[in-house]
């Protein structure tokens, strides 16, 4: 198999952390039928682990996690030479000014705030994803 033919054929990874069960399932439901390899974590810690071992195309982060926030993961990514480019999206009942500033200044990706549309986050990672390839 060409190189090509095994980029096309290889199903994106994406890594979803949220300490909410119900979210956490309601998206990878979602994600799984787009037909992406879906990697779990309910807190900052697992998250890392997960990041390290699985090396996602993506991730998803809660900002309010036990443990370690989403946005120090975040700032654990950034700093991190091998994730330092990885796209990641914040989602977050937060939505005051500077909760978006903080975000962004430790680089995500995007913020969005929950309550929110799984079909619409997919649509989103999707362009993400088409963007940064």
């Not at 974590?41 to 982060?61: K, N, V, Y």
């Not at 975000?103 to 986050?121: C, N, S, V, W």
């Amino acid at each position: 198999m060409s190189q090509a033919q095994e980029s096309m054929s290889r199903r994106t990874k994406i890594l979803i952390c949220d300490d909410e069960p119900f979210v956490l399932r309601l998206l990878q439901v979602h994600f799984q039928r787009k037909e992406f390899d879906v990697i779990t974590a309910t807190d900052g810690r697992e998250a890392l682990t997960q990041l390290e071992e699985h090396q996602p195309d993506i991730c998803l982060l809660d900002v309010m996690m036990p443990y370690i926030s989403g946005l120090e993961v975040l700032t654990k990514i950034r700093n991190n030479a091998a994730t330092v480019e990885l796209p990641v999206v914040l989602l977050t009942v937060k939505a005051q000014d500077e909760d978006v500033y903080e975000a962004f200044h430790r680089g995500a990706t995007m913020y969005l705030t929950k309550p929110f549309d799984p079909e619409e986050i997919v649509r989103c990672v999707e362009l993400i994803l088409q963007h940064s390839s």
